[in-house]
Structure formats: structure tokens, C-alpha cells
């Protein structure tokens, strides 16, 4: 029901922007969440946005990163710049309704490959 596209291959310092789009309507999903896995990696939270606007995000992204979401198109976005390296791994969006405490949704993965 969730679909990522964006991903890419950038250098360091350079920019990308993800999208989820999803099948149905968003407006019922309470968060809107991005993940990302790197290699030998476990999945981390990355950043997520409530149905308010309030957003969250990992420390190692803060200031760099920034999660939207339009309820009206179904999509949610994450602009990612002043990329690093070590941003370098497969994105998943992922939506999560009120009273579930993990994602209930996810979207196939897009691979962002942040080069030095």
C-alpha cells in the first residue's frame, strides 16, 4: 500500500528527495515514518510525522533531514541534504495507526548510496 521511489546515487554533500506514495487514503495513518537499514545493520527510525505535523528525528539526521506529508495526495516525503556517507542505506517509508506501537504499513525499500 506503500510505495518509496528517490533513491539514488549522490556524492557527498549532495541532496535527494524520497517519496511514499500510498494506495489509499494517509489521512487515517497517525504517522508517516521513514526507516533505513544499512549493510549488517539493524533497521533504525530515521524520522516520522504525526497527523498534527509533529516530527521526530534521529540524531544523526537532525538539521539535515526533513519529513512532510500531504494528507490532500496520499504521499509523504523526506528531503535529505547535506548527505553523507554514512547515510548510505536502503529507505523504507512505513505508516503506523493510532493505538499500534509499531508500523502497520511499509512500503518496499529505495537504496540511497551517499558516495565520498
Known amino acids: 500500500q506503500l510505495q518509496a521511489s528517490g533513491g539514488g546515487l549522490v556524492q557527498a554533500g549532495g541532496s535527494l528527495r524520497l517519496s511514499c506514495a500510498a494506495s489509499r487514503s494517509i489521512f487515517s495513518i497517525y504517522e508517516m515514518a521513514w526507516y533505513r537499514q544499512a549493510p549488517e545493520k539493524q533497521r533504525e527510525l530515521v524520522a516520522s510525522i504525526s497527523t498534527s505535523g509533529s516530527t521526530n528525528y534521529a540524531d544523526s539526521v537532525k538539521g539535515r533531514f526533513t519529513i512532510s506529508r500531504d494528507n490532500a495526495k496520499n504521499t509523504a516525503t523526506l528531503q535529505m541534504n547535506s548527505l553523507k556517507p554514512e547515510d548510505t542505506a536502503v529507505y523504507y517509508c512505513?505508516?503506523?495507526?493510532?493505538?499500534?506501537?509499531?508500523?502497520?504499513?511499509w512500503g518496499q525499500g529505495t537504496l540511497v548510496t551517499v558516495s565520498s
Open positions: 512505513a505508516g503506523r495507526v493510532y493505538g499500534s506501537a509499531s508500523p502497520n504499513y
